[in-house]
């Protein structure tokens, strides 16, 4: 989310909670691609923990989804400036890592907590010409590697080693940008992204012009050359789908968080709804691949 669009949306759920009292276009067209996704449910997206990202664990066994949102940051976090978190994303062998940024300043925070629960951070300074905003993580599914989003229109994604996981990163030192995704088609506002495979990622975009591919808010598929790690792949993307935006108000939504749960095959998508409904009916959207 970016910075302007998230503090917009934390001030009017700031203001819910005390109510409750608690131009680079690519000219290369996007092909078609050959699998489609339906849409076959939804649930409710509760607006102060389950309205910026999600995540399925499959360590421990029969773990719960886990959801990121104004409410899920602790005070002992947002107190020292990281008080934006983004789309989690967790690893097959159980590290589970939420990226944070600030409002200001020269990095970003990513936090993990190993399969014995202990948390640990990581930071990272900012590369030249890198942006501020720290919106998903997605760890590749080899694990050892992890890839991050900016914000805006963009031809990259970042590529790290994981924290936590790699042997290469230590909480004591700066997590390094390691490599790119160099994508062949320019994204906007991407919120979050999820492995499809280890060669495939799956990105939910908060796209409001609809100019890159004919349609706001897309569902977006990006075929990797190789799994990311330490140099530099590229990436086709080809857009989908647009994501549902269905709600009882009027407005501008917000396509958030995405996350692919392998053992069901089930892709969801959160879409936070405008206005008051942001209460009311924003959704996780479930799909299934045809």
Known sequence: MALRARQRCHAVLTGLVTLASVAVLSTAAPAQAADTWTEVGSDRADPLTESQGLTSVEVPA????????????PVSVSSRGWNHVGDP?????????????????????FRVQAPNGIWSEYVHTLG?????????????????????????????????????????????????????IRLDHAVRDVQGC???????????????????FGMTKPLLQIDLSAEPGSSDVTG???????????????????????????????????????GFCVLTDSKTYRFTRG
């Open 62 to 73: 029969n773990s719960p989804n886990r959801y990121t949102g104004i409410g899920t940051i």
């Open 89 to 109: 994303d967790a690893s097959y062998n159980g590290y589970y890592i939420e990226p944070y940024q600030a409002d200001s300043g020269t990095a970003k925070m």
């Open 128 to 180: 030249s010409g890198e942006a501020l905003n720290n919106s998903f993580v997605a760890i590749t599914p080899g694990g050892q590697w992890m890839v991050s989003g900016e914000w805006g229109t963009m031809t990259r994604l970042l590529v790290h080693p994981t924290p936590g996981v790699n042997a290469g990163t230590s909480p004591s030192a700066n997590l390094p940008w390691s490599s790119s």
């Open 194 to 212: 999820d492995f499809l495979s280890s060669t495939t990622l799956l990105c939910a975009s908060d796209d409001p012009a609809g100019t890159l």
């Open 236 to 274: 086709h993307v080809t857009a989908l789908r647009q994501l549902p935006l269905r709600s009882s108000c009027s407005g501008g939504f917000e396509t958030e968080g995405i996350d692919y749960d392998r053992r069901s095959g089930t892709l969801r998508v959160i879409v936070i709804s405008p």
